[in-house]
């Protein structure tokens, strides 16, 4: 016969936008409009109640940027709505073409009881059956499309910061209205939806595809357009055999979960993600009241704490469902967080923080890590994750893999010290899914595990501005349970799902090693304000915990425990994924290191206390040695009189207008120019730079990546760069007792950059400072080091561990990591000797053979100091910046690491009555001290953090400097873990480690 396929394809579009999804709300009731524009940022919610409301309509403009607009909607019911099922639908000029991105709202009873959102595709507001008036509050938020065209244009834009946003209305009142909602329509809908969705999915050749086109023209022949609600439930039954026929036995399982990716701040400032969440958890408790099965995963302890704290009604009703177990806690984290930068401590502190939270508020115990979002995994999470007792792993980032497709959809990530994880990616793609026939399909299709395993997890339900899962999507899982042609449907918790999962795939791959993501590299970089602002903080909490607990224990003073975990938290919330990385609004990195800055002052202050209660009075100058190695005679974690000073370094000026620089150790010889042209390793009698080339070359390239400015560095930003040769002034500085320096000015376009270079006193080591007062557009700036190293891999830091990465490009795994992240230092060797470079705040990194000498290639390490994207902040690291770092000849990666920490743990001078032995030492320089703090619960036990660090076995010696009554291993919670390898003694205990083992003591005082 004929097929007519497209004829009733096109048939069933038409009367789906243009019959049946009108007639859902047939016209109804104007409802009566007031506003109060509120004249700055938004209000609590009783003064919103309050406010002097002036009458407003329908087709008038509203809502600058930013701004928040109280509505007050008045009416009645009209006599013929008696009986049926009435709601305002109210319309605050939205595209539902783009959701997520635009104004919403959050609707209140006039005794202030939050009801649900507006959202794009949420307008709706019911009113009580019964009632005969109403009156609703809605606070609507101007937030604009900062991104535009839909989120994806990428054009810079004045919009992203309230201090250069237009002050014109973004927004047009499109509808109030009191209607009657034609449930059977609103069925008819979905049935269309679901089966037409399906339809398309279909191969050709499939029976059923036809049979659902037969049904479709069946059932649109029974709907009379012009009687859309009187004939909707005809056509319902011309559609009803299709629904009857069941899946197939092989068909695909998923576990659908309702959540809403909401970022903790990315295209609009922290303040709106707090109302974020309100209308988000307003809209899900409120489906919750009529969709018995719905369950909800939430992230982000943070998110729960600011509803507890700004929303007390909302977080009420959100209270009880968790206690019903159907709003689920999920993730074990204070935010989702970036976790290529994280350091390590935070990235412990990410989960302790979290699981404490959801444990102390709710009493849940949270197993699962969900990340969907972050820009690619570390692998130190496996371990980091099982230590604060996560079973599951949870993202979908990996499929943005701009070149090699990922292998496995559920697996076993191992890390780098072998902990594995169970992890999955759901197959959807996605992480707003709409349940659609498509998405499913393709969830089902794409699946790496077919013939292993048969379910995958599918999060559904719009994130950041659009409400969470809908009704709408709702009703389509209530009809994929079981359906010919279709995976079968679940609503599921994540923990039904990672249970089921596990079980039924015991023989899961493995991926070893990082989750590189190809993508998005440019986040290693973007944002040096707030980069260089976390890295301060990681190590200023470190030392504020370190001399507390010492302070504490040594001489009794008040440990700031309630202090400190503020702090902890501020600092974990502005590592959520796309504020470390660099990816928000001019507002939020504003924001940022204003935030940072405070953070930096309060803990400046709790190490001073500390320190002054530590050295007592008295003359004697002492320096402090908060990194946990000794130095300059001073041990480790204590306070002790500085060693005598090393040789001065040694300056020549020769009469070619070169420099030598000479400390014993090394040999250096500077250019009229300013630049390094020999590093000379006294000690092996080593050049260490290639060539012809120079340490430290600025090398500017041009950074126009396709898409995502702030996000991406793409490959062919390497075809276009400029050395920065050329010198406007250059002077030598003899050593001042901090060794001898040459300071170089160079001016590119419109900056200036100043390059101190110093040879240190007794140390193999060049200290580099880069002064840049930078106001280029769209570059990036990297610093290269040549190195006459024949080195096939580098080895990057990570939390508590190392990853190697290839310096070649054999294979498109290797080519797609032409950037790399690194924590403090970088390391390249070849047998025998090695260079590592080590930073104070940069974390982007490229190393390549590619600086050839005589043939033989060398190693090229450069850092990633500036880059300079137009989006979505589009004065983007513009200004001035100070950055640091070294060169360490001849290092090991127990020198790199012990570099690392010097880098950004500079010693602290200070006056008082003697030495101050350390609360705890260990000898072997392989096993590092992360963290030393006392004891979450207020017990006053000690509780010190160490790992190995070098990637091998260790035994150490850990002493303690004061009386112990017990050692206990325990996770990263505190809690007591099954005792492994530590034997104790009266003052001290030998431990073990397993390579790049984390081994966290309590130590309870006697
Ligand atoms: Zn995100």
């Known amino acids: 016969m004929h097929d007519q396929r497209s004829t009733t394809e096109a048939r069933l579009e038409r009367a789906v936008a243009q019959r049946i999804a009108p007639a859902v709300h047939a016209p109804g009731e104007p409802v009566e409009v007031a506003a109060w524009h509120a004249p700055g940022e938004p209000v609590p919610v009783a003064e919103g109640l309050a406010a002097d409301f002036e009458p407003f309509a329908v087709g008038r403009a509203w809502g600058p940027p930013w701004s928040t607009t109280w509505f007050r909607l008045r009416g009645q019911v009209p006599q013929r709505f008696a009986g049926r099922e009435v709601e305002v639908v109210f319309d605050l000029g939205t595209d539902a073409r783009n959701v997520g991105f635009q104004a919403e709202g959050l609707v209140y009873t006039a005794d202030g009881q939050a009801v649900k959102s507006i959202n794009p595709l949420s307008t709706w507001i019911p009113v009580p059956a019964g009632t005969t008036t109403f009156e609703f509050y809605v606070e609507a938020a101007a937030n604009p499309d900062v991104l535009g065209g839909g989120g994806h244009a990428f054009e810079p834009t004045p919009l992203g910061d309230v201090l250069t946003a237009p002050r014109e209305p973004l927004y047009v009142l499109a509808r109030a209205e009191v209607c009657v909602r034609e449930g059977e329509v609103a069925d008819l809908l979905t049935d269309l939806e679901v089966l037409g969705g399906l339809m398309l999915e279909l191969p050709l050749e499939d029976a059923r595809r036809w049979e659902l086109l037969r049904g479709v023209d069946a059932s649109l022949d029974a709907l009379d357009p012009h009687d859309v609600a009187g004939t909707a439930a005809a056509a319902r039954a011309a559609l009803a055999p299709l629904f009857a026929s069941p899946a197939r036995a092989s068909a695909h399982r998923v576990s659908a979960v309702g959540h809403a990716h909401i970022d903790s701040a990315w295209l609009w400032p922290l303040r709106e993600t ?38 007390p009604e909302v977080h009420e009703k959100v209270r009880a469902r968790i206690a019903e177990g159907r709003f689920v806690p999920v993730g074990s984290m204070w935010v989702e967080s970036d976790t290529n930068m994280v350091g390590a401590e935070a990235m412990a502190r990410q989960f302790l923080e979290g699981k404490q939270f959801f444990a102390q508020e709710y009493g849940v115990d949270t197993e699962e890590a969900w990340l969907p979002d972050s820009f690619g995994y570390s692998a130190a999470l496996p371990q980091i994750m099982k230590l604060a007792g996560v079973r599951w ?28 994880i169970f992890t999955h990616f759901p197959p959807v793609d996605t992480y707003n899914s709409e349940l659609s026939a498509k998405e499913l399909a393709h969830a089902a299709r794409n699946f790496s595990e077919k013939g292993r395993a048969t379910t995958s997890l599918v999060p559904f339900g719009w994130g950041d501005g659009g409400g969470g899962p809908t009704r709408e999507v709702l009703a389509r899982a209530d009809r994929l349970g079981d359906l010919e042609g279709s995976p079968r449907v679940s609503l599921h918790s994540p923990r039904q799902f990672f249970t089921t999962a596990e079980q039924e795939y015991p023989d899961r791959p493995v991926w070893s090693g990082e989750l590189y993501l190809e993508i998005h590299r440019g986040t290693y970089t973007s944002q040096a304000k707030t980069k260089q602002g976390n890295r301060r903080n990681e190590h200023l909490l470190r030392e504020a915990e370190l001399w507390a607990a010492t302070a504490a224990v040594l001489r009794g003073a008040e440990y700031p425990a309630a202090r400190l975990k503020e702090l902890w938290r501020t600092v974990l919330l502005n590592q959520f994924h796309d504020i470390l990385p660099g990816s928000s609004i001019a507002w939020v990195h504003r924001e940022a290191a204003a935030t940072h800055a405070r953070v930096s002052a309060e803990l400046e202050e709790v190490v001073a206390t500390s320190l002054a209660a530590l050295a007592g009075g008295g003359g004697t100058d002492l320096v402090a040695n908060a990194a946990p190695h000794a130095r300059g005679g001073v041990p480790a974690l204590g306070l002790a009189p500085a060693a005598p000073a090393a040789a001065a370094v040694q300056v020549q000026r020769g009469q070619d207008g070169r420099t030598v620089l000479d400390n014993g150790l ?34 500017l390239h041009r950074d126009t990546p396709n898409r995502w400015d702030a996000w991406d560095v793409d490959a062919h930003y390497r075809n276009v760069v400029s050395d920065l040769l050329e010198a406007d002034e250059v002077a030598v500085h003899e050593d001042d007792g901090d060794g001898a320096r040459v300071v170089a000015t160079r001016r590119t376009g419109a900056s200036t950059l100043v390059q101190t270079l110093r040879l240190p006193r007794g140390e193999s080591r060049i200290a580099f400072t880069l002064d840049a007062d930078w106001h280029e557009r769209e570059a990036l700036l990297k610093a290269a080091f040549g190195l006459d190293v024949h080195a096939d891999r580098s080895a990057s830091e990570i939390q508590f561990g190392h990853v190697f990465r290839p310096t070649h490009e054999n294979t498109s795994w290797d080519a797609a990591r032409f950037e790399i992240c690194a924590h403090r230092w970088l390391h390249v060797a070849e047998a025998g000797y090695g260079v590592a470079v080590t930073n104070s705040a940069t974390y982007g990194h490229d190393v390549t053979r590619s600086a050839v000498d005589g043939g033989r290639p060398g190693t090229t390490v450069r850092l990633s100091l500036l880059r300079a994207p137009l989006s979505p902040d589009p004065e983007t690291d513009q200004g001035r910046h100070v950055l640091e770092y070294s060169l360490v000849v001849g290092a090991q990666v127990a020198d790199a690491v012990r570099e690392g920490y010097r880098q950004n743990l500079p010693v602290r001078r200070v006056s008082g009555a003697g030495p101050v032995a350390p609360l705890v030492a260990v000898d072997d320089p392989a096993v590092v001290v992360e963290a030393v703090k006392l004891a979450e619960d207020g017990s006053g036990d000690v509780v010190v953090r160490l790992y190995e660090s070098l990637g091998g076995r260790a035994r150490a010696r850990l002493d303690w400097g004061f009386p112990v009554a017990s050692v206990t291993e325990v996770d990263l919670l505190e809690r007591p873990l099954e005792q492994g390898a530590t034997t104790v003694g009266d003052d001290g205990a030998q431990v073990s480690l397993r390579p790049f083992q984390i081994l966290t003591l309590r130590l309870a005082r006697a």
């Open 274 to 311: 707090v109302r974020k969440v309100a209308r988000t958890t307003a809209n899900v408790t409120q489906l919750m009241d009529v969709h018995p099965s719905f369950v909800y995963a939430m992230s982000s302890a943070q998110q729960f704490a600011w509803i507890a704290e700004h929303r």
């Open 393 to 420: 792993f949870l993202t979908q980032k990996i499929s943005w893999n701009t070149e090699n497709r990922f292998p496995h959809h559920t697996f076993d990530w191992e890390g780098i010290d072998g902990t594995r």
């Open 666 to 699: 090394l040999r250096l010889v500077v250019d009229e120019a300013g630049h390094c042209v020999s590093v000379r390793d006294l000690a092996t009698d080593r050049e260490v730079l290639l060539a012809g080339t120079r340490a430290n070359l600025l090398q």
